[in-house]
């Protein structure tokens, strides 16, 4: 067992004289002292964030309008500002054409790199293919696409034009795409026929003719093959729109038609090829919006309503991205950054936002365990990777198969999100990489971004998010609405950033956005999380506040449990859930699947409780746990804690939980409450 707090990894001297955040310090004139510099970055908001517009020389025109105007929800910034996030991410692609730009690998081993004279070419290209197509300033364009390099082109070319992103991953069933983007009444829609995960080929041409189906708002949809446009010829029968997949077709588990039932008749819009859509060599150009104008739509994982269309704008993501990519993980044009994610992720856009700061970015489609576990360890190794980032389960998992990752020597960097990680893997990565500095982040799909995470200015401990990020002016609460350090809270934003929503989309008067963040403490954003701040700015941030453990009073995060009964090695997997309801002390019941070869014996049974009792509180001990096949999980890999409370409450699982954006739907069953 590693003890929380532990100190695994300190910086350099030249670690601290080489950091970005060091050089932007030097460019402000202040000391070197990360904790003053995150004091001023949030006592000081208008001049933090003009700084990091001045320091980065964001292209645009900055103008002379107030940096804020009035205050949470709602504040607005950079008043009469213009800018295109395109232009940012491809602003060196003149002056140097021929350095690397994007590497794509497959689960194959296939690879593909783009220069930047590559990929703005490309951009320019799909940019006067979608203007064809009538695509101009505030339209949507939808993507359901694998995370290909024709993908980050679409998005690119579609940013440039001012329209609007929005993009779901293949492995999203039909209904889930279905409610996200009627919502957002897209253009244009560009769908894969197939995507390849875990040795099989995935075809899904079907289901992107549903789709488009339901979209009454298309004028055009665009075909890309699956594999992205370097598929091998044949693979897509754009004429016909039949999938010709090669290899071994299946269904993906969450396919199926749309829930809505079967659509009548064909489609009204036209069918175009990707090549079609880049048809034509065009000079690339970039419209000049609003800081505030609409970038992408991302949505948020729901389990009652439709998801929520965030909205964020185009200075808003280039302002905070250039920021974090910059200071907190300390990127830049030398390095080379990979995220596993997938395009329904908000990871995705963190990752592409490598291109802000000129570094190369890594895509990734497949599966992270295929054909081992060491899978991502070795494509990192292969492409001299520097930053490598992941979730958190994909560390554990690395850590419980033993895998001991080689030929990283060029990885100063690794990212974990997603989940809280223990400190046990905290340690495995200090173990296995001494070198790499560890940087958990969190944040989450509403700000695009994390607001705690790691700065090369700090020491990492085991357990402990090292600091709050620069302009995040992150709070713990207590019950009462009072700040406090070293208790856990409420994680609250007590200042705006500018990578906050702009709007939802569909909310005219707001209501839906003001519910989300700011309905019980007025002006002050309130995330979700357990957190708690630690008098030297560390964070640990303790799982999501709405699945608390409530035992008696005594509060408690989850992750807080999931670190005790993961550490046994009997244990693949949990999940614990607190069927108390407000008022009401409840059951507590854990769930778990066992590692393999292991069984859930009664001596086991017992060393769980007793363990339990020992390092949480008699309170802690759960009043059943179960064997499952499986715990389940969203597409990005948070466990389903507050959907399986709800069934076992009696909601129904497909009311409970949105089926299509999960994993391993089909476990659900086992969550059903006992009469
Ligand atoms: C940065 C994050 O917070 C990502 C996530 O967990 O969704």
């Known amino acids: 067992m590693v003890e929380e707090g532990t100190r695994l990894w300190e910086p350099t001297p030249e670690i601290v004289r080489d950091a970005k955040v060091t050089r932007y310090m030097e460019w402000l004139g202040r000391p070197v002292d990360y904790q003053a510099l995150w004091q001023w970055s949030v006592d000081a908001p208008a001049e933090f964030w003009t700084s990091v517009w001045d320091y980065f020389e964001v292209a645009g025109a900055r103008g002379d309008g107030p940096v804020i105007s009035g205050t949470m929800p709602g504040a607005e910034w950079f008043t009469g500002s213009t800018l295109n996030y395109a232009e940012n991410a491809l602003r060196r692609a003149a002056s140097e054409p021929d350095g690397p730009a994007v590497v794509f690998r497959d689960e194959s081993g296939a690879r593909r790199a783009l220069t930047l004279g590559e990929l703005a070419g490309e951009v320019a290209r799909v940019r006067a293919g979608l203007a064809r197509l009538g695509v101009g300033r505030g339209d949507r364009v939808a993507a359901y696409a694998p995370n290909v390099p024709e993908t980050l082109v679409a998005f690119l070319a579609t940013a440039s034009l001012g329209a609007i992103w929005s993009s779901c ?10 409610d996200r983007f009627t919502q957002i009444e897209p253009k244009v829609l560009i769908a894969v026929d197939g995507y390849d995960y875990n ?9 992107a003719d549903d789709i488009a189906a339901r979209l009454p708002s298309l004028v055009a949809r665009v075909r890309m093959p699956a594999g992205g446009a370097a598929a091998p010829a044949g693979t897509a029968d754009v004429s016909t729109g039949t999938a010709v997949s090669e290899g071994q077709v299946g269904t993906a588990g969450t396919a199926g038609a749309s829930a809505a039932g079967p659509v009548a008749g064909a489609a009204a819009h036209p069918v175009v090829s990707w090549d079609e859509l880049r048809s034509a060599e065009e000079p690339l150009a970039f419209e000049p919006v609003p800081f505030g104008h609409p970038l992408w739509i991302v949505y948020s994982s729901g389990t009652t309503g439709l998801p929520k269309p965030i909205v964020h704008g185009h200075g808003g993501v280039v302002l905070e991205h250039l920021k974090a990519l910059s200071f907190h993980q300390d990127l830049g044009p030398e390095d080379v950054f990979f995220w596993y994610t997938t395009t329904g992720w908000m990871m995705w856009n963190y990752l592409i936002g490598g291109l802000l700061v000129g570094a190369t970015v890594v895509l990734y489609d497949g599966s992270a365990t295929h054909p081992g576990t060491d899978a991502l360890w070795r494509l990192a190794a292969e492409e001299g990777v520097t930053y490598f980032g992941t979730g958190a389960p994909y560390i554990i998992a690395s850590m419980k198969a033993g895998v001991k990752p080689e ?15 223990p400190p046990e893997g905290f340690a495995w990565v200090h173990d296995t990489l001494p070198e790499v500095q560890l940087g958990s982040f969190s944040g989450g799909t509403d700000v695009c971004t994390g607001f705690v995470g790691a700065v090369p200015l700090l020491p990492v401990d085991a357990g402990v998010i090292p600091c709050r990020c ?31 929503p702009v709007m939802f989309w569909n909310d005219p008067d707001g209501s839906r956005y ?17 957190i708690k701040i630690l008098p030297d700015g560390g964070c640990v941030i303790y799982g999501r506040s709405d699945s608390t453990l409530n035992r008696g009073g005594v509060r408690m995060g989850t992750s807080e449990f999931y670190r005790v009964v993961e550490r046994f090695e009997e244990i693949a997997d949990s999940l614990v859930i607190d069927t ?9 019941l854990l769930y778990v699947t066992m590692a393999e070869g292991a069984e859930l014996t009664d001596d086991l049974v017992e060393r769980l409780r007793t363990t339990l009792r020992d390092e949480l509180s008699p309170r802690h001990v759960p009043n059943e746990i179960t064997e499952v096949p499986g715990i389940p999980r969203t597409l990005s890999g948070k466990k389903l804690e507050v959907p399986v409370r709800k069934i076992l409450l009696g909601t129904p699982p497909a009311m409970a939980a949105n ?15 006992k009469s």
Request: aromatic residues 8%; proline residues 8%; charged residues 20%.
């Open 169 to 178: 991953s293949p492995d999203f069933g039909a209904p889930s795409v279905i």
């Open 199 to 207: 040795g099989r080929r995935f075809d899904r041409a079907a289901v």
């Open 407 to 421: 030929g990283l020597e060029r990885l100063r960097g690794l990212g974990s999100t997603g989940s809280p990680l």
């Open 470 to 500: 620069l302009g995040a002016k992150v709070e713990s609460f207590d019950p009462s609405g009072e700040p406090v350090i070293g208790e856990v809270g409420e994680l609250v934003l007590t200042q705006p950033m500018p990578s906050m």
């Open 514 to 530: 003001r519910e989300s963040y700011f309905a019980d403490y007025s002006g002050i954003w309130r995330h979700g999380d357990w």
């Open 580 to 588: 108390g309801q407000l008022g009401q002390e409840g059951r507590l």
């Open 659 to 673: 089926l299509d954006a999960m994993a391993n739907p089909e476990v659900l069953s086992h969550f059903t409450p």
